[in-house]
T-cell receptor
Framework: DAGVIQSPRHEVTEMGQEVTLRCKPISGHNSLFWYRQTMMRGLELLIYFNNNVPIDDSGMPEDRFSAKMPNASFSTLKIQPSEPRDSAVYFC?????????????FGPGTRLTVL | AQKVTQAQTEISVVEKEDVTLDCVYETRDTTYYLFWYKQPPSGELVFLIRRNSFDEQNEISGRYSWNFQKSTSSFNFTITASQVVDSAVYFCALSEAEDMRFGAGTRLTVKP
Protein backbone atom coordinates (compact mmCIF):
# COMPACT_ATOMS: atom_id res chain seq x y z
CA ASP A 1 0.00 0.00 0.00
CA ALA A 2 1.18 3.50 -0.76
CA GLY A 3 1.94 5.69 2.21
CA VAL A 4 1.29 9.38 2.47
CA ILE A 5 2.51 11.09 -0.68
CA GLN A 6 3.86 14.61 -0.70
CA SER A 7 5.02 16.76 -3.56
CA PRO A 8 7.31 18.33 -4.32
CA ARG A 9 10.04 16.79 -2.17
CA HIS A 10 12.16 19.88 -2.50
CA GLU A 11 11.18 23.42 -3.36
CA VAL A 12 13.43 26.42 -3.74
CA THR A 13 11.77 29.73 -4.38
CA GLU A 14 12.37 33.42 -4.01
CA MET A 15 10.85 35.66 -1.40
CA GLY A 16 7.44 36.91 -2.44
CA GLN A 17 6.57 33.94 -4.59
CA GLU A 18 3.59 31.71 -4.00
CA VAL A 19 4.34 28.17 -2.85
CA THR A 20 1.92 25.26 -2.95
CA LEU A 21 2.64 22.01 -1.18
CA ARG A 22 0.57 18.94 -1.95
CA CYS A 23 -0.43 15.88 0.00
CA LYS A 24 -2.24 12.67 -0.75
CA PRO A 25 -3.24 10.83 2.43
CA ILE A 26 -3.43 7.09 2.84
CA SER A 27 -6.62 5.77 1.30
CA GLY A 28 -9.31 5.27 3.91
CA HIS A 29 -7.81 7.70 6.40
CA ASN A 30 -10.21 10.45 7.37
CA SER A 31 -7.90 12.82 9.22
CA LEU A 32 -5.08 14.84 7.71
CA PHE A 33 -2.48 16.95 9.45
CA TRP A 34 0.07 19.52 8.27
CA TYR A 35 3.23 20.04 10.34
CA ARG A 36 6.26 22.26 10.02
CA GLN A 37 9.68 21.28 11.33
CA THR A 38 12.50 23.72 12.00
CA MET A 39 15.58 23.56 14.14
CA MET A 40 14.38 26.41 16.30
CA ARG A 41 10.78 25.37 16.87
CA GLY A 42 10.83 21.62 16.31
CA LEU A 43 7.69 19.94 15.02
CA GLU A 44 4.67 22.23 15.00
CA LEU A 45 1.13 21.29 14.08
CA LEU A 46 -0.19 23.85 11.63
CA ILE A 47 -3.69 22.60 10.85
CA TYR A 48 -5.69 19.41 10.74
CA PHE A 49 -8.75 18.21 8.88
CA ASN A 50 -11.32 15.61 9.78
CA ASN A 51 -13.48 14.31 6.95
CA ASN A 52 -12.15 17.15 4.76
CA VAL A 53 -13.24 19.82 7.24
CA PRO A 54 -10.64 22.02 8.95
CA ILE A 55 -10.92 21.39 12.67
CA ASP A 56 -8.10 23.40 14.19
CA ASP A 57 -5.98 25.94 12.33
CA SER A 58 -4.63 27.68 15.41
CA GLY A 59 -1.13 26.61 14.48
CA MET A 60 -1.13 28.42 11.16
CA PRO A 61 1.45 31.15 11.70
CA GLU A 62 -0.26 33.96 9.83
CA ASP A 63 -2.62 34.86 7.04
CA ARG A 64 0.00 34.13 4.43
CA PHE A 65 -0.63 30.45 5.12
CA SER A 66 -3.75 28.66 3.93
CA ALA A 67 -4.74 25.02 3.61
CA LYS A 68 -7.49 23.26 1.75
CA MET A 69 -8.80 19.75 1.46
CA PRO A 70 -11.21 19.63 -1.47
CA ASN A 71 -11.67 15.88 -1.21
CA ALA A 72 -10.62 12.90 0.85
CA SER A 73 -7.57 12.18 -1.25
CA PHE A 74 -5.94 15.57 -1.64
CA SER A 75 -4.83 18.54 0.40
CA THR A 76 -2.76 21.63 -0.26
CA LEU A 77 -0.83 24.02 1.93
CA LYS A 78 -0.22 27.38 0.30
CA ILE A 79 2.09 30.18 1.33
CA GLN A 80 1.55 33.52 -0.36
CA PRO A 81 3.74 35.50 -0.33
CA SER A 82 6.59 33.35 0.93
CA GLU A 83 9.32 34.70 3.19
CA PRO A 84 12.77 33.35 4.10
CA ARG A 85 11.56 32.48 7.61
CA ASP A 86 9.13 30.02 6.05
CA SER A 87 12.07 27.80 5.13
CA ALA A 88 11.44 24.46 6.83
CA VAL A 89 10.43 20.88 6.22
CA TYR A 90 6.68 20.55 5.89
CA PHE A 91 5.16 17.20 6.74
CA CYS A 92 1.74 15.88 5.95
CA UNK A 93 0.32 13.03 8.02
CA UNK A 94 -2.89 11.05 7.95
CA UNK A 95 -4.71 8.79 10.33
CA UNK A 96 -7.91 6.85 10.62
CA UNK A 97 -10.56 8.21 13.01
CA UNK A 98 -8.21 10.89 14.23
CA UNK A 99 -4.70 10.99 15.64
CA UNK A 100 -5.84 10.90 19.22
CA UNK A 101 -6.82 7.29 19.03
CA UNK A 102 -4.77 6.17 16.10
CA UNK A 103 -1.24 6.76 15.09
CA UNK A 104 -0.46 9.28 12.40
CA UNK A 105 1.46 8.15 9.34
CA PHE A 106 3.77 10.75 7.95
CA GLY A 107 4.77 11.56 4.41
CA PRO A 108 8.41 12.06 3.44
CA GLY A 109 8.13 15.82 3.82
CA THR A 110 8.73 18.78 1.54
CA ARG A 111 11.91 20.72 2.16
CA LEU A 112 11.14 24.36 1.39
CA THR A 113 13.86 26.95 0.94
CA VAL A 114 12.84 30.55 0.46
CA LEU A 115 15.71 32.74 -0.71
CA ALA B 1 -2.45 22.90 27.64
CA GLN B 2 -0.76 19.66 26.87
CA LYS B 3 3.01 19.63 26.96
CA VAL B 4 5.75 17.12 26.29
CA THR B 5 9.28 17.47 27.65
CA GLN B 6 12.25 15.56 26.40
CA ALA B 7 15.01 16.88 28.59
CA GLN B 8 17.81 15.03 26.83
CA THR B 9 18.75 16.98 23.74
CA GLU B 10 21.50 14.63 22.62
CA ILE B 11 22.76 11.25 23.76
CA SER B 12 25.80 9.43 22.49
CA VAL B 13 26.49 5.78 23.26
CA VAL B 14 28.72 3.04 21.99
CA GLU B 15 27.20 0.13 20.16
CA LYS B 16 25.73 -2.59 22.39
CA GLU B 17 25.11 -0.20 25.26
CA ASP B 18 21.59 0.17 26.62
CA VAL B 19 20.09 3.64 26.43
CA THR B 20 16.93 5.20 27.87
CA LEU B 21 15.22 8.21 26.36
CA ASP B 22 13.11 10.18 28.79
CA CYS B 23 9.71 11.70 28.14
CA VAL B 24 7.62 13.64 30.65
CA TYR B 25 4.20 14.96 29.78
CA GLU B 26 1.59 17.29 31.18
CA THR B 27 -2.13 17.01 30.63
CA ARG B 28 -5.35 17.78 32.46
CA ASP B 29 -7.28 15.07 30.69
CA THR B 30 -7.77 11.58 32.06
CA THR B 31 -7.97 10.14 28.57
CA TYR B 32 -4.96 10.68 26.38
CA TYR B 33 -2.52 8.89 24.13
CA LEU B 34 1.25 8.80 24.09
CA PHE B 35 3.43 8.04 21.09
CA TRP B 36 7.04 7.57 20.12
CA TYR B 37 8.33 8.33 16.64
CA LYS B 38 11.76 7.84 15.12
CA GLN B 39 13.28 10.25 12.60
CA PRO B 40 16.37 8.70 10.98
CA PRO B 41 18.87 10.80 9.01
CA SER B 42 16.78 10.30 5.88
CA GLY B 43 14.16 12.56 7.46
CA GLU B 44 10.97 10.57 7.49
CA LEU B 45 9.00 10.10 10.72
CA VAL B 46 8.42 6.49 11.65
CA PHE B 47 5.75 5.46 14.12
CA LEU B 48 7.06 3.21 16.91
CA ILE B 49 4.36 2.85 19.54
CA ARG B 50 1.06 4.19 20.87
CA ARG B 51 -0.11 3.85 24.45
CA ASN B 52 -3.42 5.02 25.91
CA SER B 53 -3.73 6.47 29.38
CA PHE B 54 -5.60 3.47 30.74
CA ASP B 55 -2.95 0.98 29.82
CA GLU B 56 0.10 1.20 32.02
CA GLN B 57 1.53 -2.12 31.02
CA ASN B 58 5.07 -1.91 29.85
CA GLU B 59 5.69 -3.06 26.33
CA ILE B 60 8.61 -4.82 24.74
CA SER B 61 9.24 -5.15 21.03
CA GLY B 62 12.54 -6.76 20.24
CA ARG B 63 15.28 -4.49 21.54
CA TYR B 64 12.78 -1.71 22.25
CA SER B 65 10.84 -1.34 25.48
CA TRP B 66 8.61 1.36 26.89
CA ASN B 67 7.87 2.21 30.51
CA PHE B 68 4.67 4.17 31.11
CA GLN B 69 4.18 5.53 34.63
CA LYS B 70 1.19 7.76 35.23
CA SER B 71 2.35 8.54 38.77
CA THR B 72 5.33 10.40 37.38
CA SER B 73 3.74 11.35 34.04
CA SER B 74 6.53 9.65 32.19
CA PHE B 75 6.73 7.47 29.13
CA ASN B 76 10.35 6.42 28.76
CA PHE B 77 11.85 4.47 25.89
CA THR B 78 14.73 2.04 26.29
CA ILE B 79 16.84 0.54 23.53
CA THR B 80 18.72 -2.55 24.61
CA ALA B 81 22.01 -3.47 22.96
CA SER B 82 21.96 -0.39 20.75
CA GLN B 83 23.08 -0.56 17.15
CA VAL B 84 24.42 2.04 14.75
CA VAL B 85 21.12 1.88 12.83
CA ASP B 86 19.36 3.17 15.94
CA SER B 87 21.00 6.56 15.39
CA ALA B 88 18.14 9.00 14.86
CA VAL B 89 16.09 11.69 16.51
CA TYR B 90 13.36 10.23 18.68
CA PHE B 91 10.18 12.15 19.40
CA CYS B 92 7.68 11.60 22.17
CA ALA B 93 4.18 12.94 21.52
CA LEU B 94 0.94 13.41 23.41
CA SER B 95 -2.60 13.54 22.08
CA GLU B 96 -5.73 14.37 24.03
CA ALA B 97 -8.09 14.54 21.09
CA GLU B 98 -7.48 14.82 17.40
CA ASP B 99 -4.22 16.71 17.41
CA MET B 100 -0.79 15.66 18.57
CA ARG B 101 1.90 17.68 20.31
CA PHE B 102 5.51 16.63 19.99
CA GLY B 103 8.44 17.01 22.33
CA ALA B 104 11.61 18.66 21.10
CA GLY B 105 13.20 15.33 20.35
CA THR B 106 16.32 13.51 21.53
CA ARG B 107 19.13 12.97 19.06
CA LEU B 108 20.67 9.55 19.66
CA THR B 109 24.05 8.74 18.18
CA VAL B 110 25.27 5.18 18.40
CA LYS B 111 28.95 4.85 17.67
CA PRO B 112 30.49 1.61 16.40
Amino acid sequence: DAGVIQSPRHEVTEMGQEVTLRCKPISGHNSLFWYRQTMMRGLELLIYFNNNVPIDDSGMPEDRFSAKMPNASFSTLKIQPSEPRDSAVYFCASSHRGGGTNEQFFGPGTRLTVL
Amino acid sequence: AQKVTQAQTEISVVEKEDVTLDCVYETRDTTYYLFWYKQPPSGELVFLIRRNSFDEQNEISGRYSWNFQKSTSSFNFTITASQVVDSAVYFCALSEAEDMRFGAGTRLTVKP
